[in-house]
């Protein structure tokens, strides 16, 4: 097996480079004094070095030095620094607690907290948002969403009203690895993506890579979307809530024992059903929507070496439809559920161990009835997964990455049955689709020089189609002619391949800085959409003997510059990508094709290149702040089975696409925020002429994608109001937003009225447009004691 | 998944709005469109039009142009040719129709047509398959109903995969052509080498539309698509190919999908070659006649 002779070739070599010397280790965590959690990636600097390094997700870090002296100085963003002086003269452990700063209305420059992480980090093309930032972005509704906030930043694009897809850098929305607690999530969005599912009180931190991610993430083509959860206050007991026009959300976290080990719940619920249940009367009575989502984690401090975490999320949206005049009903359950349970030990305090083992289950069902027909439709993924990851940090000059994962897939991208009274019909086998998905890696980031930092990684992966499975095997007509069955476990199709990650960072000086980065990645799991919106609907499917692996190059360049001492972040990106082997469904195909049948007999494969320039200023201190992301890029398919095999724009495609974010503290009782966003319009499929057959009307389509809606724009307000606290525990805030200030309507989707009297020769075909959301104020009342 | 997306329709109806707007759009090229046919036992005949631009309005002078008049059309069973004349139709839209009078259809044989419009030629292909035959036909009421209801037909499917149907039905005295339903077209794969069982109604006749409401009843309040009692129904049930049975899958398709956002429109799937659109299909035919009595019994 060549890739795990050059995977052991590269660790060794790394050892071999690193030398042996008198040195020592300091290590320890970086952690919150008021609630004990965890502060990942805090720089942990030492001066008389000029060098540093940062703590990892779970607080940790590690400094190998040579004997001496040094001044240890500790920060993160939001928080006072904190500087203690160290003898080396043997390995020490030491945990630095830092405070949060409080925000005075008078601005105050404490030196230290401003940082140029952004210009010296080797991180390129991703962003860090702290929750305090999401909270204050104006929301939807009321509601803060963690999704909706990273779609304000330049790369990364909404993929349109009613849906919780987002489109990055040109990759289509199963292209974005969205993790919880290590635990991937398949579709982050409640009712057709009005919401996420992320319930901003329980999350602490969110990370997104758009590109040259470390080789430890792997599996998805554009982005990754790593968020994790709050441990839990394990300090004192705390509550946060709040009350909003259509949901409300309460989070309670505290101590188990004290310093030791804490707990975190968090649950979230819509009231829409039970507020308009009242005027869902008549026949339509018994319809409605409801959502709730439950998070809960615990963990467990053993010792200074061992960490226990449990964490699992719970969420389900029902929407149920009933018309009792036509004796119809239909119920529409759907959601995920994911657990992770992780185990943290240090070894020898250069060597922190981290164990994972996660659940993720998607899943949704469609029930109709009318009379006596009964149709059922179910689609899901299951996944089980085991990680174990290694972070290695032998000296300052090196930080080293490795480790291995294993997730097994079970898919059921769909089955139904249908019954007609007593008969049921036969719609062909419910077909699971079983799956072997592991990856090894090693990532090293190490320091040339003073100037010149490299990241170079390596991700050999493995794939594997496993039975049971029964394919159907469709002549030139694609009529099924035979089957071929497989034994459970029976290996049905293997791919392995290898991605070099390779990125530097050149800094020109303190505050400016040139990166590059080049990756290749693998997806093996695919999104099939019959449709262009993104509904809960689509089905995922893995790789088969059918099917094979997507994927992409990506190059990246960009420039960084901090100006005002760091109050003022700027950069500019430029990026290409190329994705082969994209999939789409074959033209002419509807939902019956799918029966007795393999879906993936329906697929149809192509290529795509997307390219673009991404501009982001940021202001982050004063009274003042915010940012500007402005996107150029574009994005084209080219599928020989497809628009006649000539290349076309991609549904993702858009010029443009302009985030402008504004906060406002005007002192400790007011805040405003303001969000406006101009996107190029979406590209669609129109008519171009028609004509007659058998007397009807027929429509003859344009080439793919060739029309464009009218362009996307919008601005949103929040006012936030602090109540005076007067000393006791109970904190409150009342926050009232508008959406679409300007009342724009946006188009969802056009369509064609047209009405024909073929007796009185006369045709006449008028154009709508259907918007989603005119002007829509809210309130919500937050608390905290 | 028409009912699904209805629903979400629905629901967003509830709280979005809609507006009128005008569509910018290139001119696009206008093609030739062949809708022809030859039937077992019957000569061939054509239609042949021309496309208009899909916001252009219509009116009777603009569908008149539509129709093309000077179109040469041979069809040939590789031995003979047949050069089909313009004629009268008047019960069928657009009613300038080119017919043959020298071959006629024979189930089993390959037939070749050749249209030249403004010096452009056009070529397609196509074979009648031999018929399946029915077993039996019934009228059976509908729910609730005396005298209306729908004719169910019986037939058992030949061993080999790649059988497609298409049914046609004329009500005696009162249709001047057959008339299909919508879908009228199926092949045989769940239930190949099966007897199987198909509900067929009464088509629409593009030319009846204003007898209708738009919820297709009479001034009665009674439906188009029922049979009554006392009629004589012939049933024509045709074998086609798998390209003229592709055709008609796809335009039956796009009616399904019309108006629907989420779905990937297509354009109907032609066996002409040569840049022109439509289909030129054979018909394997057998036919029945169902005399349903006044007083049906169950």
């Not at chain 2, 002409?272 to 036919?287: H, K, M, R, S």
């Amino acid at each position: 097996m060549d890739f795990y002779k050059t995977f052991f070739l590269f660790i060794f070599l790394i050892f071999h480079v690193i030398g042996w010397s008198q040195k020592y280790t300091i290590s320890g965590y970086v952690r919150d004094k008021k609630s004990g959690e965890d502060l990942p990636s805090a720089n942990v600097y030492v001066e008389e070095l000029k060098k540093g390094t940062s703590t990892n997700n779970y607080g940790f870090f590690s400094l190998t030095l040579p004997k001496g002296n040094y001044t240890i100085k500790v920060s993160f963003i939001g928080y006072g620094d904190v500087i203690k002086k160290v003898i080396l003269g043997k390995d020490i452990k030491i945990n630095f607690v830092l405070s949060e700063t409080v925000i005075q209305a008078s601005e105050i420059t404490v030196t230290g907290e401003r940082s140029n992480k952004n210009v010296e980090s080797i991180e390129m093309s991703s962003y860090k948002l702290p929750v305090e930032t999401i909270k204050e972005i104006p929301s939807f509704m009321g509601e803060v969403d963690v999704l909706k906030s990273i779609q304000l930043l330049p790369g990364v694009q909404s993929s349109g009203e009613g849906n919780s897809g987002f489109y990055v850098r040109g990759g289509g929305p199963d292209q974005n690895l969205i993790l919880l607690d290590n635990a991937i999530v398949y579709n982050a969005g409640h009712l057709f993506g009005f919401f996420s599912i992320f319930n901003a009180d329980a999350i602490k931190d969110v990370n997104l890579i758009k590109g040259g991610a470390p080789a430890n993430y792997g599996g998805r083509l554009s982005s990754v979307l790593d968020i994790s959860m709050k441990e839990g206050n394990n300090q004192t007991y705390h509550v946060d809530g709040g009350i909003g026009v259509i949901s409300s959300r309460l989070t309670v976290q505290g101590p188990i024992k004290k310093d030791t080990s804490s707990f975190l719940i968090s649950g979230r619920r819509t009231y829409i059903d039970v507020l308009t249940k009242p005027f869902i009367k008549g026949k339509m009575k018994g319809s409605g929507y409801y959502f709730y989502d439950l998070n809960a984690k615990i963990n467990y401090r053993f010792s200074e070496n061992n960490r226990l975490f449990l964490s699992g999320y719970f969420g389900r949206d029902v929407f149920s439809f009933k018309n009792s005049e036509d004796g119809f009903g239909a119920k529409f359950p759907w959601g995920n559920t994911t657990l992770t349970a992780r185990w943290n030990h240090v070894f020898n305090q250069k060597l922190f161990q981290n164990l994972t083992a996660t659940f993720s289950n998607y899943h949704f069902i469609f029930d109709a009835e009318q009379s006596d027909f009964e149709f059922k439709l179910y689609s899901g993924v299951k996944d089980y997964a085991i990680s174990l990851d290694y972070t290695y940090l032998p000296s300052v000059l090196h930080t080293l990455k490795f480790g291995a994962q294993y997730t097994f897939h079970d898919f059921e991208p769909g089955s139904a049955t249908a019954r007609i009274g007593n008969t049921n019909f036969d719609t062909g086998k419910i077909i699971h689709y079983y799956a072997n998905d592991m990856a090894l890696y090693a990532n090293d980031e190490f320091d040339i020089s003073e100037k010149l930092k490299f990241s170079i990684g390596i991700r050999p992966t493995l794939f594997q189609h496993i039975g049971s499975f029964t394919r159907y095997q469709l002549d030139d007509k694609r009529q099924a002619k035979d089957t071929i069955q497989y034994k459970p476990f029976e290996n049905i199709a293997t791919y392995s391949n290898i991605e070099p990650r390779i990125s530097l960072r050149y800094s020109l000086n303190h505050s400016t800085s040139v990166k590059a980065s080049y990756s290749q990645n693998y997806q093996y799991i695919q999104l099939a959409s019959m449709s262009s919106a993104t509904l809960p609907t689509d089905a995922w499917i893995p790789c088969t003997d059918q099917i094979k692996p997507q994927f992409a190059v990506q190059y990246a360049g960009g420039f960084f510059k901090n100006f005002k001492n760091d109050t003022y972040e700027t950069s500019v990106e430029l990026y290409y990508k190329t994705m082969k082997n994209l999939i789409d469904y074959k033209e002419g195909l509807t939902s019956d094709d799918n029966m007795g049948n393999n879906p993936d007999n329906n697929f149809t494969f192509g290529s795509g290149k997307s390219y673009g320039a991404e501009f982001f200023v940021k202001r982050r201190f004063g009274k003042l702040n915010g940012w500007v992301g402005y996107t150029l890029s574009k994005t084209t398919r080219l599928f020989p089975e497809i628009n006649n095999g000539k290349e076309y724009p991609a549904k993702y495609d858009r010029r443009h696409d302009l985030s402008v974010v504004l906060t406002y503290d005007l002192n400790d009782k007011w805040n405003f925020g303001a969000v406006f966003v101009y996107a190029t319009g979406d590209a669609t499929t129109l008519p171009i002429s028609r004509y007659f057959i058998e007397g009807r009307i027929v429509s003859e389509y344009g080439e793919r994608n060739s029309f464009r809606l009218a362009p996307y724009h919008r601005a949103d307000i929040s006012v936030n109001y602090k109540f005076p606290n007067k000393g006791k525990k109970w904190n409150s805030s009342i926050n009232f937003s508008i959406y679409n200030v300007y009342n724009r309507m946006n188009p969802y989707f056009i369509y064609f009225d047209t009405k024909t009297d073929l007796e009185n020769y006369s045709i006449t075909t008028t154009a709508k447009q259907v918007s989603l959301f005119s002007i829509l104020p809210s309130i919500t009342y937050n608390f905290n004691f | 998944m028409k009912r699904m997306v209805y629903i979400f329709l629905l629901s967003l109806a509830l709280i979005s709005c809609e507006k009128e707007i005008t569509v910018d759009m290139p001119t696009p090229e206008n093609k030739i469109v062949v809708e022809a046919a030859i039937e077992e036992g019957q000569y061939a005949w054509a239609f042949i039009s021309r496309t208009a631009a899909y916001f252009a309005p219509v009116d009777s002078a603009i569908i008149m142009n539509m129709i093309v008049k000077n179109a040469v059309v041979v069809v040939t069973d590789g031995i003979e040719n047949d050069t089909l004349h313009l004629s009268l139709d008047p019960y069928t839209f657009p009613y300038l129709k080119y017919v043959g009078s020298k071959i006629i259809g024979q189930a089993g044989k390959q037939y070749w047509i050749t249209i030249t419009v403004d010096e452009k030629t056009y070529h397609a292909k196509t074979t009648i398959p031999h018929a399946v035959s029915l077993d039996s036909l019934k009228f059976k009421p509908d729910n609730n109903q005396d005298t209306l209801g729908f004719i169910w037909l019986y037939l058992k499917d030949p061993d080999t995969l790649g059988n497609y149907y298409r049914a046609f039905t004329k009500v005696l005295g009162k249709d001047s052509v057959f008339l299909h339903p919508y879908p009228s077209v199926s092949d045989d794969r769940f239930f190949n080498g099966q007897k199987a069982e198909y509900q067929l109604y009464r088509g629409r006749n593009p030319l009846e539309d204003n007898n209708y409401n738009p919820q297709g009843l009479d001034s009665a309040g009674v439906a188009r698509w029922y049979f009554r009692t006392g009629e004589t129904v012939i049933v024509k049930i045709t074998q086609i190919d798998n390209l003229h049975y592709r055709f008609w899958y796809s335009m039956e398709q796009q009616f399904m999908t019309d108006g629907n956002p989420f779905a990937t429109p297509t354009s109907l799937k032609t066996n002409i070659e040569g840049g022109a659109i439509g289909v030129w299909g054979g018909y394997g035919v057998f036919i029945d006649t169902l005399k349903i009595p006044k007083y049906a019994k169950n």
